[in-house]
């Protein structure tokens, strides 16, 4: 298909009426925020001129690029480990294309085309794009098989590999309005939909994404065979028979790939946890787009299991690191907490449609959550060191072999790092969504915002110092007035709700008031689904400002998960803390934090790229010289933001502090 051509059959399918099913609340498009946020606005340009430079970098000197090229001439020995390594290339193609679209850079543009040209020389006549495979078809690798998709249920990630290209394809058209890279997509997803099928081949894809990948196709060609293969690829899952169902091992009974009964029966979150994550937000979107009230009503049981019984407290998930996967319900282990930063990326994916099926802010408290805490914390300040786990405590007695203590430059399987570099310039896309004329304000991110409402021009402006400063200012700009509804999410954290579900809480509630003006002026408001409903006639400069309590609070967890009884957390505002071994005379597993102990606040500027930081009087217990002795003493104790720990050398760290003591452990060095 030449480019030309593409061009002219978008151009007509764009004249249709769009889908008629689809998502009740739309997200406004990233582009159409501009961020000026001094938060958030220097870790996406950190992400623009390190992270992404980096991946490109890094894609090149391992053999990423290099397998590409040698499949284009279908010589030489794949010269990576694992056949899913094009992604890293698909992924940093998707966030030069987020970048490209907020801050363009003609080299980086250029530089794509020269990528996007390698790309497509490696790709065989009929579509396929695999390079593991098409390099050299006889002398293959064992993560798959002789023939093509023979191993796609476990491992050979063939059509794993075709969703992060539909996802950068899609990424890159909107962003340039080039076609090149569509134009392999759509050519690898026409194969696809041909080969697989009701009355064709059958398969539950091995690693998820391809089912996202195809929903955005669809969305851009509105081509039926597109979402059609993508809802087939979900409900083909719990159909395969060589399974024991009856085994506990998620390696032999399904669980692990969410394959052990069909989607639309499953009760909880289970398996590898970004493939989970995936596939509920594909499951969401299949949802909207056909209005399955069966997969709507399993989303739901999902999110209600995983947020409830299965998440940690700065919103990671995937707590075992055997298999990358949940654990049981309530199995939240710290010491060897596994919390992939892979998997927090693919629950924000699913909490942001989650709340577009919805819209309750409960699905964007946790995404809050996760974005400020479980995913931030896997990226290093300086934009080229990242965490593949997150671990919510380091013990020097206690370490896991599985468990990273200091941050790496780049991973073996590197999906981590090329994740982070494509979600952190989508980030504008989440702040703002629309439903009619409702306008949802749900992240607290500086900027301007353009939108339309019957076809009338909204200007909003954002102004605050947020995470830091609970004041927030919007105002509203128009050439005519114009009625609608701004509807503000008040966090669940200001209104005593640690995490829905209540699987978390706060050890007491605040009195705290969340205070609303317009135009000067205090204003009764009521909250709807965990938004502030603010209906008028808007004029242009009206303002709103909105006062959220910022204290620090002590968060206590359901006392099902044995490991945190007796112990708390620490959180201000959407921010999670924890305690490091810098600020704490060395050590954090000798900690105790009484109840009683106040806790101050105090903006540092030249600490981890300005921190605030909580401080209180701890007792720290120590050991004799001897080692037969054990004395408490007073000391104080400091906390900082957990996405912020392991940027200052290797050392103890923990999210979770004892009161008092209740028990001893001795334990022995050797």
């Known amino acids: 298909m030449k480019p030309f051509f593409v061009i002219a059959f978008l151009s007509t399918i764009f004249c249709v009426n769009a889908q008629n099913k689809d998502y009740p609340i739309q997200a406004l498009d990233f582009t159409k925020v501009k961020l000026q946020d001094r938060f958030w606005m220097p870790r996406i340009e950190t992400n623009r001129l390190v992270t992404i430079p980096a991946s490109f970098a890094r894609c090149e000197s391992t053999g990423r690029v290099k397998n590409f090229l040698m499949a284009a001439t279908k010589s030489g020995k794949f010269c990576t480990r694992y056949p899913f390594d094009d992604t890293d290339i698909y992924k940093t193609i998707e966030a030069a294309s987020f970048s490209l679209a907020l801050h363009y850079d003609s080299k980086l543009d250029a530089y794509l085309d020269s990528m996007i040209q390698i790309i497509s020389n490696a790709q065989e006549p009929d579509g396929y794009l695999y390079t593991a495979r098409t390099i050299d078809k006889i002398n293959v690798n064992p993560f798959f098989g002789k023939e093509r998709w023979e191993k796609e ?39 696809v939909c041909s080969v697989f099928g009701p009355n064709k081949r059958h398969v539950a894809p091995g690693h998820e994404i391809i089912e996202m990948g195809l929903v955005k196709l669809y969305r851009i060609t509105e081509k ?76 739901d049981r999902i999110w209600a299991n995983e947020t409830g019984k299965k998440m940690y407290v700065q919103g990671g998930v ?4 055997n298999g990358e996967r949940f654990g049981d319900n309530y199995e939240l282990p710290n010491t060897t907490a596994y919390n992939e930063t892979c998997a927090a990326i693919a629950n924000i994916y699913f909490n942001q449609r989650m709340f577009l099926l919805h819209g309750n802010a409960q699905y964007i408290d946790v995404l809050e959550k996760i974005l400020y805490n479980g995913f931030l914390s896997g990226v290093g300040l300086d934009g080229k060191s990242f965490f593949y786990t997150n671990a919510m405590q ?18 073996e399987c590197s999906c981590c790092p090329t994740n982070i570099a494509r979600l952190m310039p989508s980030i504008p896309g989440y702040v703002y969504a629309q439903k009619k004329d ?18 009338k021009s909204i200007e909003i402006k954002q102004e605050n110092n947020y995470p830091w400063d609970g004041h927030l200012k919007f105002t509203i700009s128009t050439e005519q007035p114009i009625s609608f509804n701004m509807m503000i999410r008040i966090p669940g954290w200001a209104q005593n709700v640690a995490l829905p579900n209540n699987l978390y809480h706060f050890s007491k509630e605040s009195n705290a008031k969340v205070v609303i003006s317009v135009n000067g002026k205090i204003t009764a408001y009521q909250i709807q689904n965990g938004y502030a409903i ?4 808007w004029n242009k400069n009206d303002h709103i400002q909105v006062i959220l309590p910022m204290e620090a609070r002590r968060v206590a967890s ?7 009884i007796g112990k708390l957390s620490l959180q201000r505002g959407p921010i999670m803390y924890c305690a490091e071994w810098k600020d704490n005379a060395g050590s954090t597993s000798n900690i105790i934090l009484p109840e009683s102990a106040k806790i101050n606040t105090q903006f540092n500027p030249d600490l981890l790229n300005g921190v605030m ?14 080692g037969q002795e054990i004395k408490t003493i007073a000391k104080p104790f400091i906390a900082i933001p957990y996405y912020a720990w392991a940027n200052r050398g290797k050392g103890e760290m923990t999210v979770w502090i004892p009161e008092k003591v209740t028990a001893t452990e001795l334990i022995t060095n050797r």
Do not use: C
């Open 438 to 455: 409702s306008i949802y304000a749900n992240l607290f991110i500086s900027g301007n915002a353009s939108l339309q409402i019957n076809n």
């Open 318 to 321: 995937g707590a075992i690191g």
């Open 613 to 626: 930081v909580l401080k209180s009087q701890s007792f720290q217990v120590l050991i004799s010289a001897n």
């Open 558 to 564: 359901d006392t099902l998960i044995k490991n945190n």
């Open 394 to 411: 380091i013990h020097h007695y206690l370490q896991h072999p599985d468990m990273e203590t200091e941050r790496s430059g780049w991973f």
């Open 224 to 299: 039926i065979e597109y979402l059609n293969t993508a809802k087939f690829f979900i409900e083909e899952r719990g159909n395969f028979k060589g399974y024991d169902s009856k085994n506990k091992d998620p390696f032999k009974n399904g669980a692990y790939w969410q394959d052990d009964i069909p989607v639309k029966q499953q009760q909880e979150a289970e398996g590898h946890a970004v493939r989970a994550g995936y596939l509920y937000a594909a499951m969401a979107d299949i949802a909207a787009l056909t209005e399955d009230k069966d997969m709507l009503a399993a989303v």
């Open 153 to 191: 249920r476990e491992y050979s990630h063939e059509l794993y590999n075709a969703g992060h290209l539909y996802e950068a394809a899609s990424a890159h058209y909107l962003a340039t309005k080039k076609t090149t890279l569509l134009t392999i997509a759509l050519k690898n997803a026409d194969l």
């Open 534 to 537: 603010l209906k008028r006639t």
